[in-house]
Antibody, heavy 124, light 107 residues
Framework: QVQLVQSGAEVKKPGASVKVSCKASGYTFTSYGISWVRQAPGQGLEWMGWISAYNGNTNYAQKLQGRVTMTTDTSTSTAYMELRSLRSDDTAVYYC?????????????????WGQGTLVTVSS | EIVMTQSPATLSVSPGERATLSCRASQSVSSNLAWYQQKPGQAPRLLIYGASTRATGIPARFSGSGSGTEFTLTISSLQSEDFAVYYCQQYNNWPNTFGQGTKLEIK
C-alpha cells in the first residue's frame, strides 16, 4: 500500500532553516510528483510547491520563491523540503502529498496520498 | 490566483441526515476540482476529484457535482465518522488553491 512517512517535529529559531523528509513506499517513486502543503495552526491548507520525482523539476509558490528548495533522492525514494530564513508565521504542520495522476502539467493536480504531517515551530 | 470560497463556514447536521457543502471559484476551473476530508490531528484525505469521481475506497454516500465556478459535495446520510472539516481545491490554474474549509458538526 502507498505510504508517505515524514520526519519528526522540529523547533527552530527565527532566521534558521528546516529540512523535512518524506519517505515513499508502495509505488514506483519516480512515476509521481510530490507536492508540499502546509497548514498554520487552526488555518486552512496552503500549497507550497511541487517536485517531479522523475527528473527533479520544481515549481514553487510565488510567495516562497527564494526561501524554499525541494529535492528528491531516488535511491531512497525520499523527498525533501527545505525552508530557510524561518519566521514565526512559518509555524505550521507541513505535509507531503503525492500527485493524483502520473503526468502533471505546471504542478496542477489533486493529491491522492498524504504524509502524516510534520509540525515545525518557529519561536525565539 | 483563483480564490475558492466555501460555504457555510460551519454546518450543523444530525446523523442520518443529508449534508450539502458548497464551493465557489472566482473564475472557471472547469471540472478540475477536488474535495478532501480532514479530521483533527490527521492529514487531509482525498474524497472526490474531477469534480465528481470518488477516490479509491470512498463510500458511495459521498458525491460531488458541478463545473465551472459552482461545486457541491453531498453526503447522503451522515455517519458519525463524517463529522470533520472539508476542503475544496482547484487544480485548473496555477497555483493550486484551496478553500478555507467547512466544518461539519453534529447537531
Amino acid at each position: 500500500q502507498v505510504q508517505l512517512v515524514q520526519s519528526g517535529a522540529e523547533v527552530k529559531k527565527p532566521g534558521a532553516s528546516v529540512k523535512v523528509s518524506c519517505k515513499a513506499s508502495g509505488y514506483t517513486f519516480t512515476s509521481y510528483g510530490i507536492s508540499w502543503v502546509r497548514q498554520a495552526p487552526g488555518q486552512g491548507l496552503e500549497w507550497m510547491g511541487w517536485i517531479s520525482a522523475y527528473n527533479g523539476n520544481t515549481n514553487y509558490a510565488q510567495k516562497l520563491q527564494g526561501r524554499v528548495t525541494m529535492t528528491t533522492d531516488t535511491s531512497t525514494s525520499t523527498a525533501y523540503m527545505e525552508l530557510r530564513s524561518l519566521r514565526s508565521d512559518d509555524t505550521a504542520v507541513y505535509y507531503c502529498a503525492r500527485d493524483g495522476i502520473v503526468v502533471v502539467v505546471a504542478a496542477l493536480t489533486h493529491f491522492d496520498y498524504w504524509g502524516q504531517g510534520t509540525l515545525v515551530t518557529v519561536s525565539s | 490566483e483563483i480564490v475558492m470560497t466555501q460555504s457555510p463556514a460551519t454546518l450543523s447536521v444530525s446523523p442520518g441526515e443529508r449534508a450539502t457543502l458548497s464551493c465557489r471559484a472566482s473564475q472557471s476551473v472547469s471540472s478540475n476540482l477536488a474535495w478532501y476530508q480532514q479530521k483533527p490531528g490527521q492529514a487531509p484525505r482525498l474524497l472526490i476529484y474531477g469534480a465528481s469521481t470518488r477516490a479509491t475506497g470512498i463510500p458511495a454516500r459521498f458525491s460531488g457535482s458541478g463545473s465551472g465556478t459552482e461545486f457541491t459535495l453531498t453526503i447522503s446520510s451522515l455517519q458519525s465518522e463524517d463529522f470533520a472539516v472539508y476542503y475544496c481545491q482547484q487544480y485548473n490554474n496555477w497555483p493550486n488553491t484551496f478553500g478555507q474549509g467547512t466544518k461539519l458538526e453534529i447537531k
